[in-house]
């Protein structure tokens, strides 16, 4: 359950210059300036799961670039974005269990959600970049090896609606035959809160062979909830083969339910595959 890798090598410097990325499970957007945590790590790509996103004008406006955001996930990233899409994950309902609320169950149904994302990362990574965000439901009855692989069946199904920039420069729903969902269908990063400890078998269902960004680049605690006395790594990072975490860290942030994660990807110094 508790990981330290404390004495592990720096990672050797590649090449390319990496593609940071920032991805905090803040539950909530706040005040103004709530974003600003998140924002100090000069990121390419920052996705806050902020539950109804009330207040996201300012980590848009601040961060430049692309932004969107549906079902409590927002994006803001200096790569364009292409296309996006969201989705349910589609996990049968358990007892609802959850420490949180009074009486321990929550209420109402609670199937997980999912963003795809596909972004120009040509400028850092000389390639288009796929992107699964994922985040699982928290209910601590579920059997995660079942609640896994249905989630990572919905994942791999591609998103249920598909967004594209038309000529005025908004979001619109896509027809499969403007973007396909078959475009989304091979991730090179999977990232987001999974509800499950890092290591855990289960969560191979959904990250197949991709490697995890701590166990190549992390070094120290990486426990990620609960934000003030963090004891599981729930938030973690899946990089595909042909890229390489070139860094991994938790931030303590001055609110949220969790410590973000901040990581930077670059492609791995043997892969000779196109995309």
């Known amino acids: 359950l508790i990981e330290w890798h404390a004495l592990r090598p720096v990672p050797s410097n590649l090449a390319a210059p990496a593609f940071r990325v920032v991805y905090w499970n803040r539950s909530t957007s706040g005040e103004v300036g709530w974003e600003y945590p998140a924002l100090a790590h000069e990121p390419d790509l920052v996705v806050v799961r902020a539950g109804t996103c009330t207040k996201p004008e300012g980590l848009a406006r601040r961060m430049g670039g692309s932004f969107c955001w549906d079902l409590g996930f927002q994006v803001a990233t200096r790569a364009p974005i292409r296309a996006w899409g969201v ?120 990250v197949g062979d991709f490697a995890s960004a701590f166990d190549q680049a992390g070094r120290g605690y990486g426990a990620t909830f609960p934000a003030r006395w963090p004891l599981w790594m729930l ?10 975490a070139t860094h991994f860290e938790v931030s303590a942030a001055l609110d949220g339910t969790h410590r973000m994660i901040e990581f930077g990807v670059a492609p791995a110094p043997t892969s000779t595959k196109t995309h």
């Open 235 to 244: 938030d973690q990072a899946y990089v595909a083969p042909e890229l390489h």
């Open 87 to 206: 989705g349910a994950l589609r996990v049968e309902q358990g007892l609802g269990l959850d420490p949180r609320e009074p009486d321990l169950v929550r209420k109402g149904r609670d199937p997980g959600r999912a963003m795809w994302l596909l972004l120009d990362a040509h400028a850092k990574l000389g390639r288009d970049l796929v992107v699964w965000l994922v985040d699982m439901p928290s209910d601590l009855s579920l059997w995660r090896d079942r609640a896994m692989a249905q989630a990572a069946q919905a994942l791999r199904a591609g998103p249920e609606r598909v967004y594209v920039s038309d000529e005025l420069g908004r979001w619109v729903e896509a027809p499969e035959w403007k973007i396909p969902r078959s475009a989304f269908s091979r991730p090179d990063l999977i990232v987001g809160d999974f509800n499950t400890p890092h290591g855990s078998h289960s969560i191979r269902h959904a």
